[in-house]
């Protein structure tokens, strides 16, 4: 089945502890992005990577890492997380750039206290 | 002003009506993606189109590229239809292609 996994779904964490919210697809895509989502400000584009080593930031890249080491993976790192980057986060692939259909992963719901 | 505008912001309807969300976008864009999201959060692609017109069941989106608006249609809707229905375009600039999203249509289909 083609999809987009996200892990951890639920994670709350301590101001400045780093965290990793993994991000993996089987379709063989090339490109792939991280976005936030937060109430009355919409979805909103973290970093994107056109492929592998390749990446690239989005509209609201600052407290955010990533890399793409291998096709399928594109982890996003919080090194020092802060209250603010509580949100929702959603990972999405496509073949080639997003003129093709997008997948979504399920999300992830973080809290920092 | 946002790149890309959607109306209404809420839609509560009676089972079986004809429903419409529109989309308006200010810039040039490569692709235009319908998105729903149903509690819970998951989101899935219903459409991406870059001209005309597109029909996948009680589903139809339509783009006009010149007037730079998009409609998401549904026919004879159902309570499971509610969710909320997401706009947002592709922009291909010279560092690469990112999306930009609407802030959402929260539609309720009554029984």
């Known amino acids: 089945e083609a999809q987009v996994t996200q892990n951890p779904r639920y994670l709350i964490t301590v101001t400045g502890k780093k965290l990793t919210v993994t991000c993996s697809q089987n379709m063989n895509h090339e490109y792939m992005s991280w976005y936030r989502q937060d109430p009355g400000l919409g979805l909103r584009q973290i970093y994107y990577s056109m492929n592998v080593e390749v990446t690239d930031k989005g509209d609201v890249p600052e407290g955010y890492k990533v890399s793409r080491k291998e096709k399928r993976n594109f982890p996003l790192i919080l090194e020092s997380p802060s209250p603010n980057q509580t949100s929702l986060y959603f990972c999405?692939?496509?073949?080639?750039?997003?003129?093709?259909?997008?997948?979504f992963g399920q999300g992830t719901r973080l809290t920092v206290v | 002003k946002n790149e890309v505008e959607q109306s209404p912001q809420n839609l509560t309807a009676q089972e079986g009506e004809f429903i419409t969300i529109n989309c308006s976008y200010s810039v040039g864009i490569s692709a235009l993606h319908w998105l729903q999201q149903h509690p819970g959060g998951g989101i899935v692609s219903l459409f991406m189109l870059s001209s005309g017109k597109k029909k996948h069941g009680r589903l139809i989106a339509t783009i006009n590229i010149q007037e730079k608006h998009s409609s998401l249609h549904i026919t004879a809707s159902h309570p499971r239809d509610s969710a909320v229905y997401i706009c947002a375009v592709s922009v291909f600039g010279a560092s690469g292609s990112r999306l930009t999203f609407g802030e959402g249509t929260q539609l309720t289909v009554n029984p």
């Open positions: 999405a692939s496509s073949a080639r750039t997003m003129n093709t259909e997008a997948f």
